[in-house]
């Protein structure tokens, strides 16, 4: 015959029999106590908390990591709070063992310095745009961080165009990238101008896309050339009213009929290329017919000469 089992049953309040404890119940804890950090090791850990004056992590060691404000970033306008926040990570090097309270003090800036020039290396080998707020106006540019490490916009570089006040761009943020960043001289460099001139040409593009051919607008004459003359837009855009389009005249030099800062008519007459094309001449072709044609009617008995008289060219 089988042996019964034994089955005890526990009766009301008494507590159950607690369960063995086991080595791997202190893993963590035992990893921690034999863990060996020395000064110059670089730790990740978590952020566990956030306070006016430091920062504080779990390094999984059985002392917490601290960063005092001053060691987070080189970054003038870093703002410790809005940045940092619980739960983040964040890798830092080992500056003290005891911080005479038992915690570890740590400095993300020494890491920084190593992290920081892999990141703007591979920010350079990817052109990645990064936005950045300018910190200061210096000599010959202005000065911005990028990860923590301090940059020189030149002011050549600083916009589509060269700037002519810096000073107007101070605190402004705009977009870069880096086109040095040499490790060794720890030397910075940082442009604005290609991401500017690509945003200036795609909405050229976009203004150009919405100019209709037949169009008919006043403008500016910006430049007299050889071969025709420059005109600003009332879009803002500017457009090449070539010589032969300028008169039925014959001419040798747009200078006859035109001078800079004049406002003229003109007709579009091509957008190809994403070049825009002008004509004085059509403009005064269809006024003609249409006064032609008014004139045929009988409705009125005004000479040409007369109704184009206050006409200016």
Not at 205 to 227: P, R, T
Request: proline residues 2%.
């Amino acid at each position: 015959m089988a042996e019964e089992k034994n089955t005890t049953l526990l009766s009301e309040g008494e507590e159950s029999p607690k369960k063995q404890e086991s080595m791997d119940d202190y893993k963590e804890e035992l990893e921690a106590s034999l863990k060996r950090i020395y000064v110059g090791d670089m730790l990740t850990g978590t952020v566990v908390d956030v306070t006016d004056d430091a920062v504080f992590l779990d390094v999984k060691y059985y002392a917490q990591g601290v960063i005092s404000k001053e060691n987070l970033s080189n970054d003038p306008d870093f703002n410790m709070k809005e940045s940092i926040h619980i739960g983040d990570e964040i890798t830092a090097t080992v500056v003290q063992r005891d911080d005479g309270e038992g915690n570890l003090v740590l400095s993300r800036k020494e890491a920084n310095d190593v992290l920081a020039w892999d990141a703007l290396e591979k920010i350079l080998e990817e052109r990645t745009v990064v936005p950045v707020k300018i910190s200061e106006i210096v000599k010959g540019g202005a000065v911005a961080y990028v990860e923590g490490i301090r940059g020189f916009i030149p002011a050549s570089k600083l916009d589509a165009d060269y700037v002519e006040d810096l000073n107007e761009w101070d605190k402004k943020t705009v977009e870069v990238t880096v086109i040095t960043a040499n490790r060794e001289e720890k030397r910075l460099v940082l442009s604005g101008r290609e991401v500017a001139r690509e945003k200036k040409e795609e909405a050229k593009k976009k203004k150009i896309a919405k100019c209709q051919v037949g169009a008919v607008m006043e403008g500016k004459v910006e430049s007299l050339q050889n071969y025709g003359a420059f005109v600003e837009l009332e879009n803002g855009l500017t457009g090449l009213l070539h010589i032969s389009q300028i008169s039925e005249k014959r001419l040798r030099h747009p200078k006859e009929v035109l001078k800079e800062g004049q406002t003229v008519r003109v007709k579009i007459i091509s957008t190809a290329n994403q070049k825009i094309g002008l004509s004085m001449k059509d403009v005064e072709d269809a006024a003609e017919e249409e006064v032609f044609e008014y004139h045929e009617s009988g409705e009125a008995t005004m000479s040409l000469g007369s109704l184009f008289k206050d006409f200016k060219v």
